[in-house]
């Protein structure tokens, strides 16, 4: 092959990488025939082949496509992947969730591949998928003021008992509260210091709702308020501030563990995430499609990702510890910086340094002795 480029497709070609279907297409000299990367033929000398970047390409050169792999037509993997955009925008854009052999009916397949299809794709199934959209309405309806009668009506629930049984979960508090930025809602939160920045962690009588980090403390402080810009909102609480003295004893001692109660709000599939992300053993780190595997959706990589990407609570939910297929480190919310610190940390012989020992030590006994005072 003349150039890397060529050598990196000749290799997809060789691999029958579907992944690569749809970004090039290569032809045989000596047939006169253009194919897939992913066709089953069988492969040609590769002094016969030529690449082209599409099917105009390649016919424009006197090529033919492939009777075979049939590369002047949707791909296989981009025909399922339509469908099932269609299927999303029939669940999202319906008043009253569809049933399932409704929306099977509506992309033209059976139920049961249907389903199946869907959730390897989406990583959720259908309802849960109906659920999530009915939330995200909900919530953006009571963000803008609604009613809460109407925003639940508006978003598809068939009653106000049905939504208000997984309120809780979905929103955290009351959906009126929600609505009214947190009004009468408690939220406590304390700050604290480690070597790699402030560190908030804010909790609601369920359990801790959110940690963040940021140099700036000042800021975490205003994304708290911002968040919830009429809820009660209690700093300096002396037993809430053994909390983060655990945090910050957490992240100069990772060996342990938080234990502390959590109250997350998400999707489904989000938490199904969070969930798996918890079973990943200190000093280990997986993928993103390991963890994809984990929850059975084995084709939801990058949904995985984005489900990293909105985890509200930092080191207690440890999304650092997810990397790339490749082993490389990819975006973090909190900083790559700080992500590659905390998994080298984590990675780390258990033994801390005695400066380490002695901050988190002297952080937990000034917590203690402000509850007992």
């Known amino acids: 092959m003349s150039t890397e480029r060529d050598e990196s497709r000749w290799a997809s070609v060789l ?3 579907g992944r690569a279907d749809g970004a090039f297409v290569y032809a045989v000299k000596t047939t006169g025939v253009y194919c897939r990367p992913s066709c089953k033929s069988r492969p040609p000398r590769p002094e016969n082949v030529v690449f082209f970047e599409g099917v105009a390409q390649a016919e424009r050169a006197g090529f033919r496509p492939c009777k075979r792999c049939t590369p002047d037509r949707i ?5 399922k992947a339509d469908t099932i955009a269609r299927a999303c925008r029939l669940i999202e854009e319906s008043e009253k969730t569809p049933q399932l052999t409704q929306i099977a009916a509506y992309v033209g397949m059976s139920r049961f591949h249907f389903h199946r299809l ?8 259908p309802r849960q998928y109906a659920i999530a959209c009915r939330e995200q309405r909900v919530r953006a309806a009571l963000a803008n003021g609604q009613r809460v009668t109407d925003a639940v009506f508006d978003a598809g629930y068939d009653s106000s008992g049905h939504f208000y049984t997984s309120a809780g979960r979905s929103l955290g508090m009351a959906p009126r509260s929600y609505r009214d930025g947190g ?3 408690v939220i406590r939160f304390a ?5 790699f920045g402030a560190i908030l962690v804010a909790g609601t009588a369920r359990g801790i709702c959110a940690i963040s980090i940021s140099d700036d403390a000042d800021a975490l402080v205003r994304e708290l308020q911002d968040r919830f810009a009429r809820a009660d909102l209690i700093g300096g609480d002396a037993e809430f501030e053994a909390h983060v003295a655990r945090v910050v004893g957490f992240v100069a001692l990772p060996r342990g563990g938080l234990d502390l109660p959590l109250d997350l709000q998400g999707t489904v599939f989000q938490q199904r995430v969070w969930q798996a992300l918890q079973t990943i053993p200190c000093g280990e780190t997986a993928t993103y499609a390991e963890i994809a595997e984990r929850i059975g959706s084995p084709k939801a990589a990058r949904a995985v990702a984005r489900a990293c990407a909105s985890n509200p609570l930092a080191i207690a939910i440890p999304c650092h510890r997810v990397v790339r297929t490749d082993g490389q480190l990819s975006g973090y919310r909190w900083g790559v910086a700080r992500k590659r610190d905390l998994l080298e940390r984590e990675a780390k ?6 400066g380490a020992r002695a901050q988190t030590t002297a952080a937990a006994r000034a ?6 005072n």
């Open 15 to 17: 691999a029958n990488d």
């Open 183 to 185: 009004a009468d809602h």
């Open 349 to 354: 012989d258990p033994n801390p340094p005695a």
């Open 191 to 195: 700050v604290g210091e480690t070597d």
């Open 75 to 79: 791909a296989p993997a981009q025909r």
């Open 118 to 125: 869907f959730k390897q794709t989406v990583g959720m199934t």
């Open 367 to 372: 917590a203690e002795n402000k509850r007992k």
